[in-house]
């Protein structure tokens, strides 16, 4: 039975993995139509432009949590 509950968590962790892989793709795809965007029109204010900025280091730091959580998920199935 202990195996099976192992099981059941394990699916919910790669649930919960996939999940967050799937949010930072649309981040990404996102920042990718703004790059587009600002690229096409050649311009892009100097507010927006901090403004998308401050949302790339934001980013950056959310990624940099998760995959902490990851490794600490990592290590605890391994274990």
């Known amino acids: 039975m202990e195996n099976r509950v192992m099981d059941d968590e394990r699916r919910t962790i790669l649930a919960f993995i996939e999940k967050q892989d799937n949010i930072f793709g649309k981040i990404e795809t996102n920042i990718n139509q703004v790059a587009k965007i600002a690229n096409t029109q050649k311009f892009i ?22 995959n902490e959580i990851f490794t600490k998920i990592y290590e605890k199935l391994s274990g």
């Open 45 to 66: 204010s100097e507010k927006e432009l901090r403004n998308f900025s401050d949302k790339l280091s934001e980013i950056a730091i959310l990624k940099k949590e998760q």
